[in-house]
């Protein structure tokens, strides 16, 4: 199970939580497990979130493994050029 942080702009569509538990061995498994619990996430992952884990910033990755000690953490995309 992964503790994963959201960050603040996140928060609002996990109803109000900084952090939530999820069982998921990918990327792609944690986010869709994540809508399944609060599908108001779904505009959110629409916009562009990035994930870090262990300090690493995934933006398009979603077949990564997340390891079973890895520090998780959710924050929205930032446009760049």
């Known amino acids: 199970m992964h503790e994963v942080g959201l960050a603040g702009t996140l928060q609002d569509a996990a109803d109000g939580a900084a952090s939530i538990s999820i069982e998921a061995a ?3 498994e944690l986010l869709r497990k ?3 619990q609060y599908p108001a996430m779904q505009a ?4 562009g979130i990035a994930v870090s884990i262990d300090g690493q910033i995934y933006r398009d990755n979603w077949g ?4 079973g000690d ?3 953490f959710l924050m929205p995309r930032i446009a760049g050029g």
Do not use: K, S
């Not at 959110?44 to 916009?47: F, I, K, P, S, T």
């Open 26 to 28: 990918t990327i792609r």
């Open 34 to 36: 994540l809508v399944e």
């Open 44 to 47: 959110r992952l629409d916009e």
């Open 64 to 67: 990564t493994q997340i390891p």
């Open 70 to 72: 890895a520090e998780v």
